[in-house]
């Protein structure tokens, strides 16, 4: 599986390993969504820390996942995003919905 999803204390934390492509997309999009509409967590950070590639289905993951934590009244927040996936976050305008963060340590 290319998500590993933790609770902590009322957040939830889908660790994201691999590529995220037309074809693994669809499955972390189903995990972590089953995992919100079941636990309804008050935030969601999604670790990019372990992606090797990406194209715009991770655009499309990070979107959907900030429409549904919306719906819900929760928050996203989108974590450890690597150096050569940054560019083409900011050339999609993710970087004004204010969800990411550098680093956490």
């Known amino acids: 599986m290319a ?22 997309a ?3 999009r189903e995990s972590i969504d089953y995992y919100i509409e079941k636990y309804t967590p008050k935030m969601l950070k999604m670790d ?3 992606v090797k590639f990406m194209d715009s289905s991770g655009i499309g993951l990070i979107m959907g996942r ?7 009244k929760g928050k996203l927040k989108v ?8 560019r083409m976050i900011k050339l999609s305008g993710l970087m004004s919905l204010g969800i ?3 680093e956490e340590k």
């Open 3 to 24: 998500v590993k999803i933790s609770n902590y204390n009322n957040f939830a934390l889908a660790l994201i390993e691999g590529d995220i492509d037309h074809h693994t």
């Open 26 to 28: 669809k499955d972390i």
């Open 48 to 50: 990019f820390g372990q």
């Open 66 to 72: 900030f429409k549904l934590m919306n719906a819900l």
């Open 79 to 86: 974590i450890n995003i690597p150096k050569n996936l940054e």
């Open 100 to 102: 990411f963060e550098k």
